[in-house]
């Protein structure tokens, strides 16, 4: 799929999901955090990295409040000022947060304690469209395919394990794989959890 194709896809699937109403927001939310937290890959993981939901994306809130009940560690992007890949800083209800260069909320945590994604169990991803074999067509950035790229030079691949997040209008029959792709081991949306080995 060429890039442009891609864009337009972003544009017409932001812009659906967004039109979706408070209400039904707290639905899929409430019924995926359902789905994931019975998940093997849920309950067994002890660092696990969400995001802070932005633009009609699936809000994680009540994965972490879980997460923090079973005394698991919840994390969340940082931007480094000059890089390009993601690390995570740990995210506790004392956490301050302060907005980055795209003024996106971060945890307020030194550098020094920050994490790489290879350091974590489990990793839930936003995006903006999936297909069935775990393609995710993110924001255009990269940044998740970047910070992951050690997983394609891997044999064998156990953490983290990478789970996308999403409203079931955001499926799609199919998306084309690109190089530098990181795919998906699941993508949960309201109505079911699509599994990919
Ligand atoms: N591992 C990587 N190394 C270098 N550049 C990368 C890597 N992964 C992604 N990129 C760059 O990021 C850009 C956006 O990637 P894309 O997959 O289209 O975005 P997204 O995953 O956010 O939908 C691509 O043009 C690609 O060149
Ligand atoms: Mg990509």
Redesign the pocket.
């Known amino acids: 799929m060429p ?1 442009e194709n ?1 864009n337009n896809l ?1 544009k017409l699937i932001r812009q659906k999901r967004k039109q979706l109403d408070f209400h039904q927001q707290d639905l899929h939310a409430w019924s995926i955090a359902r789905l994931i937290t019975r998940q093997a890959a849920f309950r067994n993981a002890k660092r696990i990295a969400c995001y802070l939901a932005e633009d009609g994306e699936i809000d994680p809130i009540y994965i972490i409040e879980k997460a923090w009940q079973y005394k698991k560690e919840i994390f969340l992007p940082v931007l480094p000022p000059t890089g ?1 890949s993601l690390f995570f800083a740990r995210y506790t209800a004392q956490t301050k947060l302060k907005p980055n260069q795209f003024g996106i909320l971060e945890p307020d945590i030194h550098p020094n304690h920050w994490l790489r994604a290879r350091e974590l169990s489990l990793i839930l991803l936003p995006l ?1 469209a999936f297909d069935e074999k775990g393609n ?11 910070s992951l ?1 050690f997983i394609k030079h891997r044999k064998q691949w156990h953490n983290p394990k990478l789970i996308g997040l999403a409203h079931e209008l955001q499926k799609v029959d199919s998306l084309s794989r ?1 190089s ?2 990181i795919p998906l081991n699941m993508i949960t949306t309201e109505e079911k959890i699509y599994t990919n080995n």
């Open positions: 890039t891609k972003r390009k903006v995710r067509l993110g924001m255009g950035g990269g940044y998740y395919d970047r790229a690109e530098w792709d």
